[in-house]
């Protein structure tokens, strides 16, 4: 959570009685952005202070020094996330983490060598492990791309604590570190 202050634009078409309303309204529509600066808006949880409108010119627009109160969602680099796996190709697994999509490279999943099946799973040589559509991975943040947006996001599961979650409680089981 944090304070963030800045200029915000109200269009016509979200002008309200209540201007708190109307700037609220403006700031939804920028929900799931991305800034290098402060990260991806998740949600306005509030508006504190709204100063005085400016109407630029050739901007039917109005534009009003705010004060508001957002969730933001910031990853930062050797970050440990948790998140579900929604794609496999041969060359890895597309991981959510909230609104973000990282990538974990077929090199990156555990120490074994996965490959892909015509099943489309992603299963290791060794262990017979399988990564999946659906499954719910742990994974550390290893690089972050600005080029798109939302951010893309590099990740390893190729240490102790890592890897999917199915994976990790066998290993608690089995008294295995990671």
């Known amino acids: 959570m944090v304070k963030i202050r800045q200029s915000v634009r109200v269009p016509p078409r979200l002008w309200r009685k209540n201007i708190k309303t109307s700037i609220k309204n403006a700031l939804n529509e920028l929900e799931g952005r991305t800034s290098k600066q402060k990260g991806t808006l998740l949600a306005v949880t509030k508006v504190h202070e709204v100063g005085e409108g400016k109407v630029l010119h050739g901007d039917g627009a ?23 796996v929604t794609e496999i190709t041969e060359y890895g697994a597309f991981i959510t983490v909230g609104p ?15 490959s892909f099946s015509k099943e489309g799973v992603l299963q290791g040589r060794e262990s017979k492990k399988v990564l999946k559509v659906g499954d719910r991975v742990r994974a550390r943040i290893i690089s ?15 240490q ?4 999917k979650l199915e994976w990790l409680e066998e290993d608690d089981k089995d008294g295995k570190k990671g």
Do not use: C, W
Request: aromatic residues 10%.
């Open 62 to 84: 109005v534009y009003f020094p705010t004060e508001y109160e957002a969730l933001l969602f910031v990853p930062q680099l050797n970050e440990v996330v948790e998140g579900e």
């Open 100 to 114: 973000m999509t990282g990538l974990v490279h077929v090199s990156q999943i555990s120490d074994d060598f996965f």
């Open 144 to 158: 972050i791309s600005h080029k798109s947006e939302p951010a893309k996001l590099g990740l390893t599961m190729r």
């Open 160 to 163: 102790p604590g890592l890897g």
